[in-house]
């Protein structure tokens, strides 16, 4: 659930956001231009609704010249988070552009150094920021920043009189694009936060993260279809293009992009809320959607959690690593287009958790419906002296009694140890009867390293069959229901 939530959040973040491109050098421009294009460039980065935010522009750019080029100022957001009520408020971003020999300008970015948050009950919070950098390159032929980076130093989140109550050493993010073809391009971001810590009364620190970084990118890029494919996911905005810059009309639309591949790494995660600390250690995200631009795609994704240590629960079964290896083929693209569609236009809806709901209804109908394959290539979970394995394949379909057909293998490694461990904890009769009958039913084997370890075949069949090292575990089931 964790991935699948993380991939379609990620996913609709992508949907949500306007790409960036270099151009060729152009005549010049006016003052007039340049605002329409950067209108049309600021309600392509803040459409009405999208990923749970609603924004809510507080006038128009305004631009005036400034020596060779232009000053612009962005006028103040207004975003509300989701549908719990919480807002932010973003007072007006300033913006020098400066021509450029080669074409464009060159942007220098001027942003708040406070953050205005209000919570719904009223409580109020400000955000500060103790030192900021930005910059960047703007094509005013297609309305778009060539490419952006900033960085800001010593966040702080307090209310009123209070103490921080999260703080935030420094946040960068880098966007760029690159012509890879007439009207095709490549996207590249990265996202760095360091230093994030929630804090207590006292200043000590509650949550301790040392660092997170978010990397994407995004291959073939049809800039017109783009527009044209996010134009539709939000009617509701209202915006009407002021500049000149390419779209399409949606009969005429082709794929807007190729392949897309994220990945995210979060590192020295530790808790501190009473009774010592807690560390989580490291974790790794990786997915990437391919064949976008056909009429089948696939998901890939790859998810690890590493040097966790926490306090022994039942010995051998307190977690110290996990990983997942899956890939999703066969998806026709129409249909995954439809379910990410779903998320950016109904990710405003209450509760929050509408948006990917609709996602994995979509994206499992589709998987049903297409003869869609999932290759789980390993789910690991190690403990002190203890594994299990998974591997195999899933085919969802609706004429499946079950629902779908599977030919999984798992392995499990000191499983003597779990119910030794178990049996020495009396409380918890539950755990120790499930162990128990893993140990009943469990073929002795090795697992893929060799090692020895109990293995169970789990084959899930056409006629609806739930077999365990060959035998219908469906009646025994039945009989034992209440």
């Not at 690890?304 to 926490?310: H, K, M, T, V, Y």
């Amino acid at each position: 659930m964790c991935c699948r939530s993380t991939t379609a959040v990620l996913m609709a973040a992508l949907l949500t956001t306007g790409p960036v491109i270099w151009s060729e050098p152009a005549a010049a421009v006016t003052a007039d231009e340049i605002r329409a294009g950067l209108e049309d460039w600021f309600a392509d980065a803040l459409p009405q609704s999208s990923a749970g935010l609603t924004a809510e522009l507080a006038g128009e750019v305004a631009v005036q010249e400034s020596g060779s080029g232009f000053r612009a100022e962005l006028p103040a957001i207004r975003l509300a988070l989701g549908s719990a009520g919480t807002t932010l408020r973003i007072d007006p971003v300033s913006v020098d552009l400066q021509p450029l020999v080669g074409g464009g300008f060159a942007a220098n970015w001027t942003l708040p150094d406070r953050i205005e948050l209000q919570a719904p009950d009223g409580a109020a919070a400000t955000i500060t920021v103790g030192g900021q950098s930005g910059h960047g390159l703007y094509s005013p032929e297609l309305a778009l920043m060539v490419a952006t980076n900033f960085e800001l130093q010593d966040l702080q989140v307090a209310l009123p009189g209070q103490p921080p109550h999260l703080a935030l050493e420094s946040l960068s993010a880098a966007v760029r694009y690159d012509a890879v073809g007439p009207g095709i391009f490549d996207q590249s971001t990265e996202l760095q936060i360091g230093g994030l810590a929630g804090l207590k009364p006292d200043g000590s620190p509650a949550l301790r993260i040392a660092s997170i970084a978010l990397a994407g990118g995004a291959r073939g890029i049809d800039l017109a279809a783009w527009r044209d494919m996010r134009a539709s996911m939000q009617p509701s905005f209202g915006h009407r293009p002021k500049s000149t810059a390419p779209r399409l009309n949606a009969a005429a639309r082709p794929a807007p992009l190729r392949s897309y591949e994220g990945s995210h790494r979060i590192r020295d995660v530790s808790l501190d809320i009473g009774g010592g600390p807690l560390n989580i250690g490291d974790g790794a995200l990786d997915f990437s959607f391919d064949g976008l631009d056909s009429g089948v795609s696939s998901l890939a994704v790859d998810f690890s959690l590493s040097d966790i240590d926490l306090p022994a629960v039942i010995g051998p079964l307190t977690p110290r690593e996990m990983a997942v290896d899956l890939v999703i083929s066969g998806l026709p693209t129409d249909r995954l287009f439809e379910a990410l569609t779903a998320v950016a236009a109904g990710a405003g809806l209450a509760p929050s958790n509408n948006a990917l709901a609709l996602f994995g209804l979509t994206l499992q109908d589709a998987m049903m419906t297409s003869g869609a394959r999932i290759a789980i290539n390993e789910l690991l979970l190690t403990g002190t002296g203890s594994r299990l394995r998974l591997s195999g394949t899933v085919h969802p379909s609706h004429a499946a009694p079950l629902g779908m057909t599977a030919d999984l293998e798992l392995s499990i490694n000191g499983l003597a140890d779990m119910l030794a461990a178990a049996e020495a904890d009396p409380t918890d009769t539950q755990t120790l009867g499930q162990l128990a009958v893993l140990q009943a039913v469990g073929t002795p084997g090795t697992d893929p390293d060799g090692t020895p370890a109990l293995t169970y075949a789990l084959d899930i069949t056409q006629q609806g069959q739930l077999l365990l090292n060959g035998a219908d575990l469906l009646p025994a089931l039945a009989t034992a229901a209440p």
